[in-house]
């Protein structure tokens, strides 16, 4: 079993609508959750981190964690085209305090 | 405030041929790792360092040196230069649970 595992995509979206993206993880004892953005050519850039069950919003994201399911996701709001990008999920694992990186899942926002 | 600088963004390799890929901090982070990217396969650990003196391998080592003299500079050396290692490559710190902050990367090629 992958460490986190992602759907590669492409999901598209139409502006304006809720992208949901999904991420399963194996380490059941990971404690740190993370999403990245990162533009076609770019690095990179934290936009997302959690710790604890539930949800945590930051304007128009949302990190959703179940450990008791080992499943993070990122809801984006009013979705924007300025939001097509590859969204990485990362986890932190207890075994090693090592971050994981997901392959990533493509978003394209339909204006 | 830089944040995290590498150098060179491109560059083109022939086989055989070393080089050395550099990368700088001024965010006084212990924390440094170098990652790299395939197309459609994810960010993967090369090295990793968790202060000067200190340096580790991470999952895909084979093929690369590291050094970490300073808290600021975490430079990752190829020696002999093979068509596998075409990849972007993106070092990255880490203060605390919060996550890292990429460099803009460096797109190697090796012909």
């Known amino acids: 079993q992958k460490e986190v595992e992602q759907n590669s995509g492409p999901l598209s979206v139409p502006e304006g609508a809720i992208a949901s993206l999904n991420c399963t993880y194996s380490?059941?004892?990971?404690?740190?959750f993370f999403w990245y953005r990162q533009y076609s050519g770019k690095s990179p850039e934290l936009i997302m981190f959690?710790?604890?069950?539930g949800d945590k919003e930051d304007g128009r994201f949302t990190a959703q964690l179940n450990k008791a399911s080992q499943y993070v996701s990122l809801l984006i709001r009013d979705s924007q085209p300025s939001d097509s990008a590859t969204y990485l999920c990362?986890?932190?694992?207890?075994?090693?305090?090592?971050?994981?990186f997901g392959k990533g899942t493509r978003l394209h926002i339909l204006p | 405030n830089a944040g995290v600088t590498q150098t060179p963004k491109f560059r083109i390799l022939k086989i055989g041929q070393s080089m050395t890929l550099q990368c700088t901090q001024d965010?006084?982070?212990?924390?440094m790792y170098w990652y790299r990217q395939d197309p459609g396969m994810g960010l993967k650990l090369i090295y990793y360092?968790?202060?000067?003196?200190?340096?580790d391998k991470g999952e895909v080592p084979n093929g690369y040196n590291v050094s970490r003299s300073t808290t600021e500079d975490f430079p990752l050396r190829l020696e002999l230069a093979a068509p596998s290692q075409t990849s972007v490559y993106f070092c990255a710190t880490q203060a605390g649970n919060y996550g890292y902050t990429f460099g803009s990367g460096t797109r190697l090629t090796v012909v």
């Open positions: 959690i710790y604890s069950n």
């Open positions: 965010m006084n982070h212990n924390y």
């Open positions: 990362a986890v932190e694992t207890n075994r090693d305090d090592k971050i994981i």
């Open positions: 360092s968790v202060g000067a003196g200190i340096t």
């Open positions: 380490d059941r004892g990971s404690q740190s």
